[in-house]
């Protein structure tokens, strides 16, 4: 702060100083001090574009954080007209467009000419496309710029041979997320006759009594999130883990560098990302043959293991909450209600066009939406219009607990 005030012209300064912010849990002034720093006279020189695009994505990437979709992708924008040959910038970009319905999503900028599988992220092309050589392309893409190619730490034939077969579960959602909301149960109903299980966990304590109760489904649990990927698998390794399954795939708060080394024989992808992974040393993918045809195995990097009914649990534990009246969510009394309560990134105009229709041809329903954030509710309602829909049919949910919800 003193180098700021008595050297206001010092660049490196103010990237310094918003880091140190940032990780003093100050992101408002580390937003603050950047976007500062981005009227600076030696930020504009051309000779300091890297700088100035640095300071950029900081704004970009806080921002997004923040969840201020709108300012995060104007920020985005502006680094990405100064140097259109970013990759990781141009992902957030398109997602964030994704996040607002902000269709269309690629504009006539020079960033934009490119092939498609090199704009998107790999859980964004999820959303954008049904082409599963697209979605592998881009999946390949991202492997291949983001994830070191390592010999396979224990060869895929290896066996240990325990008396138990050790099964590992790593993932960031062992917590109150959807992934354990799903899968609690099926970790508490290993035979322990046969199986030992573990967890490898870098999720977030959020001091539930849920949290709780996946933590206890577990013979063992492995907190990793103080450690790096290196020093991750050295763990997962020393313990003779014979099956590593791989609940976060290319999704938000993956490790993908952790899970490519290969640090048990036999590697499984399953339900945190429903797509291939393309990830060296992962060896197979749970699946079943409804969401799994073999059409789409040429476009999986993993083996498909099919189970006989559906690949995907849950838990019959669940609570439910008091029912309570429409009146209480404002929903009408005398109209059939349609709903989707998906995240607004993973609408289409082709999926309103179709939601459309069907309410045109139902004049006595509503549509009932998740309210995601107020750009995509705004720009939804305009497409509903457009299609010539009455916005007054259009109802929008606030997040709620998952027994609420039920």
């Known amino acids: 702060e003193e180098i700021v005030k008595k050297m206001p012209g010092f660049v490196p300064a103010y990237m310094i100083l918003g880091t140190v912010y940032e990780k003093a849990g100050k ?7 950047w976007d500062k720093a981005l009227t600076l006279p030696e930020l504009q020189k051309p000779e300091h574009r890297e700088e100035k695009t640095k300071f950029l994505n900081n704004l970009g990437r806080l921002n997004e954080i923040d969840r201020s979709y709108e300012k995060a992708e104007h920020y985005l924008y502006e680094s990405l007209k100064a140097d259109p040959s970013q990759s990781a910038p141009l992902q957030h970009w398109f997602h964030l467009r994704q996040k607002q319905f902000k269709w269309p999503l690629l504009t006539d900028d020079a960033f934009c000419q490119k092939p498609i599988e090199e704009i998107m992220s790999p859980l964004a092309s999820l959303a954008y496309t049904n082409d599963p050589a697209v979605q592998r392309a881009s999946a390949e893409r991202f492997v291949k710029e983001k994830v070191t190619f390592r010999e396979r730490r224990v060869p895929k034939l290896h066996r240990y041979n325990h008396d138990k077969i050790r099964i590992g579960y790593a993932s960031s959602d062992l917590s109150t997320h959807a992934v354990s909301l799903l899968t609690v149960e099926l970790f508490e109903l290993h035979d322990r006759e046969k199986f030992e299980v573990h967890a490898f966990c870098w999720s977030p304590e959020d001091g539930t009594a849920f949290r709780q109760r996946v933590k206890s489904a577990f013979d063992h649990f492995h907190p990793i999130g103080h450690l790096s990927d290196d020093e991750a698998a050295d763990l997962i390794q020393s313990l003779e883990i014979d099956v590593l399954v791989d609940l976060q795939g290319l999704s938000g708060r993956a490790r993908p560098n952790l899970i490519a080394q290969g640090a048990a024989p036999v590697q499984i ?11 060296p040393h992962v060896d197979y993918v749970v699946a079943d043959r409804f969401v799994f045809p073999k059409e789409l195995k040429p476009h999986f990097s993993e083996e498909p293991l099919y189970l006989d009914t559906v690949f995907q649990v849950s838990d019959s534990k669940r609570k439910i909450g008091p029912e309570k009246p429409r009146s209480f969510y404002g929903l009408p009394e005398d109209k059939f209600v349609f709903c989707s309560f998906n995240n607004a990134y993973k609408y289409t105009p082709e999926v309103i066009g179709t939601w459309s229709e069907i309410l045109n041809q139902c004049p006595d329903s509503v549509l009932w939406l998740l309210e995601d ?3 995509s509710k705004a720009n939804l309602l305009a497409e509903f219009k457009k299609n010539g829909v009455d916005t007054d049919r259009i109802y929008f949910a606030g997040r709620i607990p998952p027994e609420d919800y039920l």
């Open 373 to 375: 954030n107020q750009w």
């Open 27 to 33: 992101p408002k002034n580390a937003l603050e001090i």
């Open 269 to 279: 992808a399953y339900l945190g990302y429903p797509g291939t992974t393309c990830l």
